[in-house]
């Protein structure tokens, strides 16, 4: 028996108080994910939100689906396992800036090229929260911290940009502050068949208090679909770096999951068996 | 022809530089032997080259099962000595070794020079030219000749083995040489062939007979159990294994995903385990050492999950052809904080079934991760086995089918084991967590929930020692009595069961026990076998003891402990065990770690 | 007033809401304890929210240096009592403790409600809100008039705090909240402070002290023997040790590199090491497991590295602020393959500094990777130490200077050391492998080459055995004497430390052992210590008991061995060292793992 | 005393007999590396060769430089480390399609980004040549093996694509079988300061039999240098699949390295020490 829908976007709250700072764009992050969920009508069984470590990785928790709160930077691989061993669930992945593009680069990478049926959320505030104020691959090259007393001095990863080199098939940046584009975009992302990424900039204000400002300097709504990849690329290159709007998506082949069995169990243990009779 | 030769068993080395095709006649001979009826096991040594390189095939064959390779070889037939020198330290030859080589060859070995043995030099290069066949096959028939197989046998196999690669233009010249090399043997077979021919019972038993590698049994282990998913990352010596379960899991309904490496590999297992599915991965050393943080997640949010390590020499890249046991430790102690786990391993080629199915049931039931520990030897032997019962142990989670009110994922029970919710059950949902938690899977950092979480993990493994004996037969196999026992895990047990025979018709009663279930350690259980038991010898595959250690770390041991222990790429072999049987038998007084090469 | 404190030693608890600020109070107050001339030490524990959640400030001074926490508490300084149930577990009221909370708290914990001790209800927030200041400032000068200092030496450490912080705004509203706070205490000083006044002998020694934490000693240890390079990826509660280093490493020309995760980290550190740097990485658990096939291939290719360990609880993600000894057996067995390594563990803030630069020396003189384990509690308390004098180990590394003719880097030596050339020395060029190679670097699968350099990385670790005992007075550090022992590892020796002392107070002289080199194991030499002891307690930080373990696996023990251990985070404390004494000198009998509490 | 130059291109190799499969590209690589390095006037103890595993991981030891042959996938955290800690050394590290691409990387895309002056060689067969013929990252979709019978089918890595997303500073593309043009571009990848990629079809005839092909179909001289990054990247997409040339070259910023300490080491621990005391 699964649950009688439509819930209300409050619904899919778990109640779990967050850990997170007053502030938190994460907030954001979590109210668009429910208010993306409730009007797709999805039982809350269904959904299931993997995530890494960070302040971002705590988002399943307060979810009232199914979680899981793996390892710092491992998100992708967990839901892509099991997303392909239960293609009936709708699978989120969630994460920090530092969880997907620092130590879960190459998950992200392959995992746009495989292009499992997965909506992935990026929680970028361009800083490692969790670990109190280290720089992220998002950081801008001066954002000076006492480990690297002149900022990381080097250009921020791009997640779009590296998404669409890396094959993905829905490419999108929203803001935890849009709550409304946010929520839409995220809807389209989990309805997308394919892997899809919604990049969030997310201001954390303890860590990073300037970004209060994104509230009046994101423009919403600026990356518009492209034709091409090449084109996606342009317009991620040229367009301001705050902001949002769904760039790129596009239909691929999804990677093989789990299906019926060939036949009954013993019978193909047998035939299996076989095999090695010399 | 070799004198010392017992006529129901033979050793065979077959080394030649690339090219030579000496693999493949390995392979043709035990299928030979195979279809006779006969026992056989079949390893291959290579050397560093991708394609080409020179390699030796080494074949056993017997009137009995065999589980592991000879002290000496009986015969070498050598296609060339090109390398010889990379092999000669792990492939003894008998002094009475029969030696078979090209007249022509040159740099012959001093081993060779200097041998007791007999020496026959045949144009084996001339006649394969002569009949447009390549020199492997002119061994072949040789070779099966003296073995006593019959030309139409050998004729048979070739052409299947050609047809199956769909080859068909090789079979005709391999047949031709295959005879010409048949006819060559002809004055050398006089006195008659190396081995008791095969009785009219044995032929008929042929049928019976699977021709197997350790890989394809573990992963048929893994299948049988119901396991569905795999994630794998190629590394030599596990990448077969997953080579062999790609295309086998969809017809069960199944996946495998080749990742991207292993931590993602591992992280893929987890989530589809999660998800409800029996999981595995394979990997060798290089790999497990980078699943080391996945396997404590597993065991910290309690989620099933088979890690096969087909163990390779280390350390680091190490030897990656060649078998060693030197991952017990790290496999124990895979993981940050106290995190205990199931750590099994097969004892032969038959045990990989069985005890990856064992492996996989147990993980399922005790919601944690559980690695099993092959080898190089295992894993690449092909072996002639008797065709088995599948094993009962199937995966078979303890689930919470719906909830009412309050679930939790993490609730205290008597066994430790908590009843898993699947995504899709209504009512149930949580999120499982690294972090510790309390019952309800939600972060804590109370002293309490830590303590009980902590005790919940540990105890429901540790109650293993209290299940009830017949939940445990499969724990450990035990072989022989009386006050000398050899204590073995892995495949080091397949040398100490014939030492152990061998010690038999000389009289000496000894005790063999194999652990095949490493971790949680059985104290109480082996207690009882140690019963009466005075002095104990250690038969591992490493430098450094590691079982030693674990041992001691663990268990109450008698008095006379004594290491019997070797590094690979050299195996431990019968004969090394049965020295130290017999001096085991003749000493006294305590002499812990006497290590005996 | 509480009756049972000593007039030497004093534990306060300062805890509160977010916004509160008791860590900061904390802070001030052992400043102003070190200016004082007295020994102190503060910890902090915080709740899971990254700003603003409840947090408690653990300080303890004294007037003789302190290693550890005492058992109980004696004041508790509660700003509200919000959440006070998560630290409940780890902070132990003293049945007499002295209570300071505020008139209008609401939810006072029943500890508090039904203690034995005494409760000052107080106008702290009324007293707060007047000054214009917060009521961590009204807890300032309230503790510290009743640890008897002075009000113009709290506002002076008040003003150095802020301006140093470029708050100067704060300065003022804060001094005059200090200042009531310091009013407010007045009716309560009447039977005296609570701690006994330093002498002038004692403030003068304050400028020969040090406020230090476990991380910064450690950092500074490595820079003092010689380090120059570190990477590393931020992990609670190892960060601050590489926020630490980041602006300092420049000065000495050295470079920190922030890794994009802790894979990269250990192989850049040991890209700098075959440069020629000495280097070092530093990391909590989770990144130890991603670091273990990197600590293999230092090993397998002889490359010292330092990696640097603050453990905190697991397994998994655990709780990341809190400290435990969990790692211990991972760190031994952190890899694939027979890999030993060096293993050690600093037992004190101070000893971080020499434990570091000996770890350093050696790892460069043996050349393989040396692992620190230092914990959460050593690593981020802050603790008044001697000044002291800096430890004369260097990382100096047998280096070959040029080649004539043949260079073979792992040539095998009597000590097992090979002199490396670095890249730039003309002439010796070779390429350094993780596969197994022969003395020359070359990759070999030959059966003798892996013999050889397996015995060889073994035997110049374990040729330690043999060193000059000048060369390793660092190894333990021994006190008292007599037939039971205790032992202990890394930060547990501070309360067996204090306990033993406790116990001769009672007239039971008992020994104290603290093991500070891990691996390899030095077995005559606790032998030698052993000599003697008939009952031995193994004091630990975990649960399932990883140095018992260990111990067993690796060295003769006494007939009785008591395990005495507990997991994170309630801490191992003076008194149940105490307990585990008192019993131990009262039983006989072989009694091996009895765990006490 | 370094050695005399100027050496022959012969001098620089070991003598070391490769493991190599006849006709494999590696030696070509090998060959360009060393006439590369020749003309240069490089002592070959100034060099260090860093790898990974695979057949292309054992570059190093072929070569009469200093060489590294760590862990599978980690020769670029290898090398940063050892170029930072030794400035004056050249450092090239080299790997295959898998080492650098698969578990490589998060690597790959980190010291892109950090910009070290190092080269990268990347010996791409689109295989796993050392395991025997799995299909790697830039294996083409139907590219059918045992492990996964029906091909990867997802789009290959473009490593020169990714290297752009990522900031690289010198992007170009090489084939085995084109000596000069490989040689050449060897040479200007090590002379730029600067992370440099280097992406060579060096065929695996044994696992890719068709590659011996490449010979015929390879375009050389096709990519040109491009004046902006969204051009490069557009140059990259539309060339053939079978084009080399130097696709992009720019100036950037350095990571910070050793350099000489402020002052007198034992001063220097006195102001540290300072900085403790109460
Ligand atoms: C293997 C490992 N390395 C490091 C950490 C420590 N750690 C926890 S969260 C985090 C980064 C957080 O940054 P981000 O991913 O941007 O998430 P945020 O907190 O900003 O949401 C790090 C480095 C860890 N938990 N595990
Ligand atoms: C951690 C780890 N995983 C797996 C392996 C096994 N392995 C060795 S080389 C290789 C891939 C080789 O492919 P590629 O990088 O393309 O190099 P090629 O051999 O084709 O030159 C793999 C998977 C390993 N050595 N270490
Ligand atoms: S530290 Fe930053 S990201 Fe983390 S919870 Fe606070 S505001 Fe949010
Ligand atoms: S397998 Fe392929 S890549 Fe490896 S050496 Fe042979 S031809 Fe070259
Ligand atoms: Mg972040
Ligand atoms: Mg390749």
């Known amino acids: 028996m699964t649950e009688q829908t439509p819930l209300k976007a409050k619904d899919y709250k778990s109640g779990v108080h967050p850990v997170w700072c007053p502030g938190c764009g994460d907030f954001g992050v979590l109210a668009a994910i429910t208010r993306a969920l409730a009007p797709m009508g999805l039982p809350r069984e269904q959904v299931a939100v993997v995530s890494g470590i960070g302040c971002s990785g705590r ?22 396992g099991l997303k392909l061993a239960r293609p009936d669930l709708t699978v989120i992945a969630a994460g920090g800036d530092g969880d997907i593009y620092s130590i879960g680069a190459a998950h992200f990478v392959h995992t746009c090229r495989r ?8 929680m970028d505030n361009r800083v490692y929260g969790m670990t109190k104020g280290q720089p992220s691959p998002t950081s801008e090259p001066d954002f000076a911290t006492p480990i690297q007393p002149e900022g990381p001095e080097m250009p921020p990863v791009n997640g779009l940009l590296l998404a669409l080199a890396s094959g993905a098939s829905f490419v999108a940046r929203g803001f935890s502050g849009h709550q409304e584009e946010l929520a839409a975009m995220i809807r389209a992302a989990v309805e997308h068949p394919g892997f899809a990424l919604v ?80 | 022809m070799p004198r010392t030769i017992s006529r129901d068993t033979i050793s065979l080395a077959l080394t030649g530089s690339g090219g030579t095709g000496m693999l493949t006649a390995g392979d043709l001979l035990l299928r030979a032997v195979a279809r006779n009826g006969l026992y056989g096991l079949l390893t291959r040594s290579v050397g560093p080259q991708i394609r080409g390189g020179e390699s030796a095939a080494l074949l056993r064959i017997a009137h009995y099962p065999l589980e592991t390779h000879d002290d000496t070889f009986h015969v070498l037939f050598a296609a060339d000595w090109k390398n010889f020198d990379r092999f000669v330290g792990e492939i003894h030859l008998d002094e009475d070794v029969l030696v078979i080589m090209d007249e022509a060859a040159r740099d012959v070995p001093a081993v060779v020079e200097e041998t007791s043995g007999e020496v026959f030099r045949l144009p084996l290069h001339a ?42 233009r090789f079979i005709e010249p391999s047949i031709a040489a295959m005879e010409a090399g048949f006819d060559l043997a002809a004055p050398h077979v006089e006195k008659g062939a190396l081995l008791a021919a095969p009785s009219a019972t044995e032929r008929a038993a042929a049928k019976n007979r699977w021709l197997i590698s350790g890989n394809q049994a573990v992963a048929t282990g893994f299948l049988q159990a119901g396991g569905r998913f795999a994630a794998g990352y190629p590394i030599t010596p596990a990448t077969d294994m997953l080579e062999w379960l790609g295309p086998r899991l969809p017809k069960f309904g199944g996946v495998l995903v080749q990742a991207e490496d292993e931590l993602a590999a591992i992280n893929m297992v987890l989530g589809a385990s999660y998800g409800g599915l029996p999981a595995m991965t394979a990997t060798s050393g290089p790999g497990l050492s980078l699943m080391v943080e996945g396997i404590g997640l597993a065991v910290a949010a309690e989620i099933p999950a088979l890690i096969v390590d087909v163990q390779r020499i280390g350390p680091s890249t190490g030897i990656p052809t060649k078998s060693e046991q030197g991952d017990l430790m790290l496999a124990i102690n895979a993981a940050h904080g106290d995190a205990p786990h199931l750590v099994l391993a097969p004892d032969c080629v038959t045990d990989c079934i069985r005890t990856t199915a064992w492996a996989l049931h147990l993980a399922e039931r005790l919601q944690c991760p559980a690695i099993v520990l092959s080898d190089q030897k295992l894993g690449q032997m092909h072996s002639i086995i008797d065709a088995i019962e599948m094993p009962p142990w199937k995966a078979g989670r303890k689930v919470q089918e719906r909830c009412e009110g309050d679930y939790a994922r993490y609730s205290l029970t008597d066994d430790g084991v908590s009843p898993m919710a699947l995504p899709g059950t209504p009512g149930c949902m949580h999120t499982i967590d690294g972090l510790e938690h309390d019952e309800h899977a939600l972060p804590s950092s109370r002293v309490e929930d830590h303590a009980a979480q902590l005790e919940k993990r540990r105890q429901k493994l540790f109650l293993m020692e209290d299940w009830p004996d017949e939940d445990m037969t499969h724990w450990a196999d035990v072989q022989g009595g009386g006050e000398v026992a050899v204590l073995t895990w892995g495949s080091a047990a397949g040398p100490a069961r014939e030492a152990v025979r061998m010690a038999a018709e000389e009289g000496l009663h000894v005790k063999h026990i194999s652990m095949r279930l490493l971790f949680p350690p059985q104290r109480k259980r082996l207690s009882k076998l140690l019963d009466g038991v005075k002095r104990l010898i250690v038969v591992e595959q490493t430098h450094s003891g590691q079982f030693l250690h674990y041992l001691k770390s663990w268990f109450d041991l008698p008095e006379v402990v004594i290491s019997c222990r070797r590094p690979g790429p050299r195996p431990i072999t019968p004969r090394q065990v049965l020295r130290a049987l017999r001096e085991a038998c003749r000493i006294t007084g305590k002499e812990i770690e006497r290590v005996c090469q």
Chains 1, 4 share one sequence.
């Not at chain 1, 292009?115 to 990026?122: A, E």
């Not at chain 2, 061994?139 to 099966?144: P, R």
Request: hydrophobic content about 45%.
């Open chain 2, 127 to 168: 006649t394969a030219k002569e009949t447009g066949g390549r020199v492997n096959m002119v061994g072949v028939g040789f070779l099966g000749r003296l073995l006593g197989m019959g030309k139409e046998e050998l004729a048979d196999i070739i052409r299947w083995f050609f047809s199956r690669k769909k080859r068909d």
């Open chain 1, 115 to 122: 292009n499992p049926d997965i909506t992935l959320v990026v």
């Open chain 1, 59 to 80: 988002i399943p928790a307060y979810l009232a689906t199914y979680g899981f709160h793996g390892l710092h930077g491992r998100a992708l691989p967990v839901a892509t």
């Open chain 1, 199 to 278: 990049e969030i900039l997310s201001p954390c204000p303890t860590f990073r208090p300037e970004q209060t400002h994104w509230k009046r300097e994101v423009q919403a709504g600026v990356l518009k679909p492209a034709a091409s990849v090449q084109e996606a690329m342009a317009r991620v290159l040229s367009a301001p770096e705050l902001s949002t709007g769904i760039v790129w998506q596009a239909g691929r082949a999804l990677p093989h999951a789990v299906s019926e069995p060939s036949g009954d169990g013993d019978a193909l243990m047998r035939e299996l068996l076989a095999g090695f009779v010399p």
